[in-house]
T-cell receptor, first 111, second 116 residues
């Protein structure tokens, strides 16, 4: 079945540092890939998405490229801010809008 | 943007009682909604798909009689945790796809359930 794997553990970094969160997936067919963000006390929000191989999703300075050859969708941001502190979830949709999520990564940005 | 609400935001109940959680799409219609369960520091686990006008579709391992789902209208789905026990304590989240936005799903803020 479909599954998503995110790197283990929280991520702590200083303001203006470069952020990378790894995400790999296993799926049949050609899924759509998503990054969702959950700010403290709020519901999940779509951060960006890509629907086919080599597509790059981007939003708020974050980027992720759909890599079919490596089955990856790593999230990157060149210069993080304190306001980026949140939990980030990688997800895929294999059809019928059913989402499979990774475990999520807590990102803490220190001033 | 599209908004999904949940009510209540948190609930504490005694073991053996039933708890109803509502999920509403406020500014769009949703023929399908999804219910997830999230354990502390873990991912969201899809429990079931709520279908307006037909029975819900449950994921493997989810007890249908334990987690009753009713999609009462195009803007409302309810999840009832029947005869709740402490192991049912969790964070329950719903989502709804907005057809106009393609595959984008909009999530409710979640309901924290604590069963004593």
């Amino acid at each position: 079945g479909n599954s998503v794997t995110q790197m283990e553990g929280p991520v702590t970094l200083s303001e203006e540092a470069f952020l990378t969160i790894n995400c790999t997936y296993t799926a049949t067919g050609y899924p759509s890939l998503f990054w969702y963000v959950q700010y403290p006390g709020e519901g999940l929000q779509l951060l960006l998405k890509a629907t086919k191989a080599d597509d790059k999703g981007s939003n708020k300075g974050f980027e992720a490229t759909y890599r079919k050859e490596t089955t990856s969708f790593h999230l990157e941001k060149g210069s993080v801010q304190v306001s980026d502190s949140a939990v980030y979830f990688c997800a895929l949709s294999g059809g019928n809008n059913r989402l499979a999520f990774g475990k999520g990564n807590q990102v803490v940005v220190i001033p | 943007g599209a908004v999904v609400s949940q009510h209540p935001s948190w609930v504490i109940c005694k073991s053996g009682t039933s708890v109803k959680i509502e999920c509403r799409s406020l500014d769009f219609q949703a023929t399908t909604m999804f219910w997830y369960r999230q354990f502390p520091k873990q991912s969201l686990m899809l429990m079931a798909t709520s279908n307006e006008g037909s029975k819900a579709t449950y994921e493997q391992g989810v007890e249908k009689d334990k987690f009753l789902i009713n999609h009462a209208s195009l803007t409302l789905s309810t999840l009832t945790v029947t005869s709740a026990h402490p192991e049912d304590s969790s964070f329950y989240i719903c989502s709804a796809p907005n057809g106009l936005a393609g595959e984008t799903q909009y999530f409710g803020p979640g309901t924290r359930l604590l069963v004593l």
